[in-house]
């Protein structure tokens, strides 16, 4: 199979584990010591997008309490034309700051006249996912590759500006100086094909403070 097209239910957890310890000593330091890959996805496309256009640049505590306002004052399915008929008043009552309405107004804009369709995007590769949803204002590389990790449960998907997948990278694998984009691809395509998976062990490192071994 396309490694772009591998998803979650593919292949089993021991399978994606084994493989990334086979492939770098490291990782597979990691993986032992956590112990755990739970990485779950799924959703509807169209609700995802507005989450990750509501979520941005916020706690997670404040944008959770925001979107509950938003679903509150929709009252409906989470669809393109139920969100287009709330008001930019209904939107700010709900805390979606101004830019945000704008994002999301052209998201549903796009969405109902048919320039971006969303029923069958899980069928394409990753790097034609990407292209389509980043025409949407609002929705850049990181938040295309979110919906694919996070959504579609794609396997092999790299967030090269993830500030905490590149921070845990580089305090577990002890990089000195400048963390480039080249020294993370070296050392992430090792993982292939499950690169969403050895991102996904190292956001856990950070989420529970692994301490860096010794050894």
């Given at each position: 199979m396309d490694p772009?097209?591998?998803?979650?239910g593919?292949?089993s957890?021991e399978?994606?584990?084994?493989?990334l310890?086979?492939?770098?000593?490291?990782m597979?330091?990691l993986v032992?010591?956590i112990?755990?890959f739970?990485?779950?996805?799924?959703?509807?496309?169209?609700?995802?997008l507005v989450?990750?256009i509501i979520y941005?640049?916020?706690?997670?505590?404040?944008a959770?309490?925001?979107?509950?306002?938003?679903l509150?004052?929709?009252?409906s399915?989470?669809?393109p034309?139920n969100?287009e008929?709330?008001?930019?008043?209904?939107?700010?009552?709900?805390g979606?700051?101004?830019q945000?309405i704008?994002?999301?107004?052209?998201?549903?804009?796009r969405i109902?006249?048919g320039?971006?369709?969303?029923?069958?995007?899980?069928s394409?590769?990753?790097s034609e996912?990407i292209?389509?949803?980043?025409?949407?204002?609002?929705?850049?590389?990181w938040?295309a590759?979110?919906?694919?990790i996070f959504?579609?449960?794609r396997l092999?998907?790299?967030?090269?500006?993830?500030i905490?997948?590149?921070n845990?990278?580089?305090?577990h694998?002890?990089?000195?100086g400048?963390?480039?984009?080249?020294?993370i691809?070296k050392i992430?395509?090792?993982?292939?094909?499950y690169?969403s998976?050895?991102v996904w062990?190292?956001?856990?490192?950070?989420?529970?403070k692994?301490?860096?071994?010794?050894s």
């Amino acid at each position: 199979m396309d490694p772009e097209l591998l998803e979650l239910g593919h292949v089993s957890t021991e399978e994606i584990l084994s493989g990334l310890s086979a492939r770098d000593h490291v990782m597979g330091e990691l993986v032992g010591r956590i112990g755990y890959f739970r990485l779950k996805a799924g959703g509807d496309h169209f609700e995802s997008l507005v989450q990750a256009i509501i979520y941005q640049q916020i706690s997670g505590k404040a944008a959770d309490s925001i979107y509950n306002k938003f679903l509150k004052k929709l009252s409906s399915p989470v669809t393109p034309e139920n969100v287009e008929r709330l008001s930019d008043l209904d939107l700010r009552s709900s805390g979606v700051s101004p830019q945000k309405i704008r994002y999301l107004r052209d998201l549903c804009s796009r969405i109902i006249s048919g320039e971006l369709i969303l029923n069958g995007i899980g069928s394409l590769p990753n790097s034609e996912i990407i292209r389509k949803l980043t025409i949407v204002k609002g929705i850049g590389i990181w938040s295309a590759q979110m919906f694919l990790i996070f959504t579609l449960g794609r396997l092999n998907v790299l967030p090269l500006n993830d500030i905490g997948f590149r921070n845990s990278l580089k305090k577990h694998y002890s990089i000195k100086g400048e963390l480039t984009d080249r020294k993370i691809t070296k050392i992430a395509s090792k993982w292939a094909p499950y690169m969403s998976a050895g991102v996904w062990i190292l956001w856990e490192c950070e989420n529970t403070k692994l301490p860096v071994s010794n050894s």
